[in-house]
């Protein structure tokens, strides 16, 4: 097909318009503070699994990491077979009614029913995750090079907008129920917040048939390909990096950073309510205006490290990052003006590592080489980094009933990520012609 078509690639934007509604709504907002009230109210405090006994926070978090963890293992063999069909489109498709089915069942989830909830979230998560793949494929079979980065960054914008724009609405059913016929929410109704999960997965799926129905069905053929090579890009990657010391000293900074970086997004809003024991609407605007800062971070980090490099950047963002720790650890309950307070300052540094560690990885990863196979490693890391991270944490909470000794355990990977990164001489991250 002919690149650069202007319908198709608006089409292409709008899944980020259309998918970014659940990372925010239910991944970092309103599901974690569902979950954590009414099972609570139910009196599952403690969750029978497979007949052991788990804390229902670390139950929450071991979801999560076993949903990335089958997704590192499911995408590379069905991209390898999606390649060799030229069917993107078909798994694209079936992610989105997974993930978007997934999430619109949660509205049946009452709190009680915990298993039926967590397997829906399970499902949606990994639906989430599964499509990103084969929609990130198509960048280069609908655009040539020169277009790359503005519509990465257009993609970004209207994912950006869309899940504000949902996530406010979210937060009028919990505050303004009766503007929309609702019941106040209470332990004895969760209505508001089960529309929620509803409007998140009716949302992605209705904005997802614009790309799915302008998007090519049949896109380029590798005769070469098999279910395997998902893996042996991966293994012939790795075994490049190997060979590269700067580019090896950062991914492992960054393996081990991640795993912080990610575990917060993820759990921030379960923190808050368990250990804070926060307000439902404190914790959404906190959220949103993590959102809000972190765009303004992510510039003032660009500006800093073409001032003073990317490895001074991110030391000092990770920094950052372990005296929020610290302080996260010592906040008082019930006392959401602290708690906004340290939102304004993770804001700040979760934009700012995140766009500094791409941009780095792009500076350090070679010219001749294949970027799609790197960056297809790049996101690979990442995401067993929120496997171990996310598992890491729900370990600590549930030996010791506390996560507040979780926090600890991320300010760790932060100071290690932080050592890991000093042996990486600056001059070797240079930007290439």
Known sequence: MQKNDKSVLTAWTMYDWANSVYSLSISSAIFPLFYEIYTKRYGHETMEIFGMSFKNTAVYSYTLSFAF??????????????????????????????????????????????????????????????SLVFYNAYLPEIATPDRFDQLSARGFTMGYIGSVILLIVNLLFLQKSNWFGLPEPSADNSLAFRVGFLTVGIWWFLWSLWPMFKLPGKTNIHKDSSIWKGFKEL???????????????????????????????????????????????????????????????????????????????????????????????????????????????????????????????????????????????????????????????????????SMRNSIMMLMAFFIIGIIILSFLKSDKIKAKA
């Open 69 to 130: 963890l089958l997704n590192v293992l499911l995408v590379p063999i069905l991209s390898g077979i999606a390649d060799a069909k030229g069917n993107k489109k078909s798994f694209m498709r079936f992610f989105i009614l997974l993930g978007s089915m997934g999430c619109s069942s949660m509205f049946w989830f009452s709190g009680d029913n915990y298993v039926f909830g967590l397997t829906c979230f399970l499902l949606a998560t990994i639906g989430f995750a599964g």
């Open 235 to 401: 293994k012939n990657v790795f075994n490049e990096v190997k060979t590269m010391k700067p580019l090896l000293i950062f991914l492992a900074s960054f393996f081990v950073y991640t795993m912080g970086v990610q575990t917060v997004i993820y759990v921030a809003a379960l923190f808050g309510k368990n250990e804070l024991q926060l307000e439902s609407s404190d914790m959404i605007i906190t959220i949103l205006l993590i959102q809000l800062i972190g765009i303004a971070g992510a510039y003032f980090f660009a500006w800093l490290a073409d001032k003073k490099g990317n490895k001074f950047g991110i030391i000092l963002a990770l920094s950052i990052w372990a005296l929020s720790c610290v302080l996260a650890y010592f906040l008082e309950p019930r006392q959401p003006n602290q708690f906004f307070g340290l939102a304004c300052l993770i804001g700040t540094v979760m934009g700012g590592v995140q766009s500094l560690s791409r941009a780095t990885y792009a500076k350090l990863i070679p010219g001749d080489k294949d970027n799609a196979s790197f960056f297809s490693f790049y996101e690979v890391t990442e995401k067993l980094a929120i496997v171990i991270g996310t598992f890491v944490w729900a370990l600590v909470d549930d030996l010791t009933g």
